[in-house]
Every structure is written in C-alpha cells, then in structure tokens.
T-cell receptor
C-alpha cells in the first residue's frame, strides 16, 4: 500500500525568504504522479505543482519548485521569495495510474509566513 | 482551468434532519467524483467515490446509509447526510478528476456543516 509522510507539522518563514517543505512516500509502482496542494484559511484546495514520476526534470511553477528524488522517494517543495499569501496548510499527495484513482494525502504542513 | 462548485457553502441544521450537499463540475464532465471530510487542522479523509450511473464506493468505516451519494449526471454529485447528529458536524469537500489521464483533482470550495 502507498503511504505519504509529511514530517513537519508546522513551519514558519520570514517574508521574502525561502522555505522547503518535506514529503516522502512509499510505493512499489513505477508510474505515478505527485502533487502539492495548498489550503489557505478559506479552505479551498489549490493545486500548487505536480510531478510525473517518469520525468526526471523537477517541476517548477513561478516561485514554487520541487526536488524530486525518485530513488529516495522524496518530493520536497521549495517556496522562494515567500509572501504573506503563502500562509496555508500544504498537503503532499500521491496518485498512481493503477487502482482506484484515489489520492493518498500526507498529514499536511502548516506554513506561516511572517512579516 | 477546471472549476468545481459546491452548494451550500455553510449549513446549520437541527439534529435529526437531513442535509444535501451538491458538487458540480462547471466546465468539464466527471464520471467520477470524490467526497472528503476534514476535521480541524487535519488532512482530508476520503469518504467515498461517486460514480456516474452506478453505486458509490465507500471507504471502510463510512456508513453508506448515513451518507447517501447520488451521481445523477456527468456534472453533478450529491451527498446527503441523513438524520444528522452533532458528531456529523464537519467540513465536507468534493473533488473531480481532470487532466489528460485524470490524475489531477479539482476541488470544490467545501461545505461547513453544523448540526445543533
């Protein structure tokens, strides 16, 4: 069975600084997707970034980038130039092409950006 | 991008009544939708997978007679909390998969249910 682990329940970062959120996962599948979702105080889940496992190049979306280490089963999110609007809960999620199309979510990391 | 709506956004009801929550995919069709429950400061807990034209698939421990799911069309799924009790108070979120391989889930804004 697949599992997703986020070992940092809470983190804080100064505005304009860089922060990295950790995510590790376990699977025996070779073809899968990984995601980072953001849930701000409004509680709307917003897709931040996604990574296809067969792509070696790390995904980037503006200030957000990932460090995908397939062999180590690690998928960390780096937020550069942190902004107050980045304050949110961040969830790492796993999805595989096999099975029931369900997401496996981590427990989340609460990020607070300090002014 | 793909948009999913939920209605209502907030509902307060008396114990023993039933509450229906609607989830709509606004600009794409979804043969599958997911219903989640989220407690404060916790992750999303999958309750069930809603399948258009067939029965929903419930996760272990979720009472199918209490949480009725109907996927009436390719753009609408409903969750009915029957005979609601205070312990059913929670935040309910739906999602629908999109993307080329259906790998990306698009989430509704959620429904906050308070049962008095």
């Amino acid at each position: 069975a697949q599992t997703v682990t986020q070992s940092q329940p809470e983190m804080s970062v100064q505005e304009a600084e860089t922060v990295t959120l950790s995510c590790t996962y376990d699977t025996s599948e070779s073809n899968y997707y990984l995601f980072w979702y953001k849930q701000p105080p409004s509680r709307q889940m917003i897709l931040v970034i996604r990574q296809e496992a067969y792509k070696q190049q790390n995904a980037t979306e503006n200030r957000f980038s990932v460090n995908f280490q397939k062999a180590a089963k690690s998928f960390s999110l780096k937020i550069s130039d942190s902004q107050l609007g980045d304050t949110a809960m961040y969830f790492c999620a796993f999805w595989t092409t096999w099975g029931t199309y369900k997401y496996i979510f981590g427990t989340g990391t609460r990020l607070k950006v300090l002014a | 991008g793909a948009v999913v709506s939920q209605h209502p956004s907030r509902v307060i009801c008396k114990s023993g009544t039933s509450v229906k929550i609607e989830c709509r995919s606004l600009d794409f069709q979804a043969t599958t939708m997911f219903w989640y429950r989220q407690f404060p400061k916790q992750s999303l807990m999958l309750m069930a997978t809603s399948n258009e034209g067939s029965k929903a698939t419930y996760e272990q421990g979720v009472e199918k007679d209490k949480f009725l799911i109907n996927h009436a069309s390719l753009t609408l799924s409903t969750l009915t909390v029957t005979s609601a009790h205070p312990e059913d108070s929670s935040f309910y979120i739906c999602s629908a998969p999109g993307g080329l391989g259906q790998e990306t889930q698009y989430f509704g804004p959620g429904t906050r249910l308070l049962v008095l």
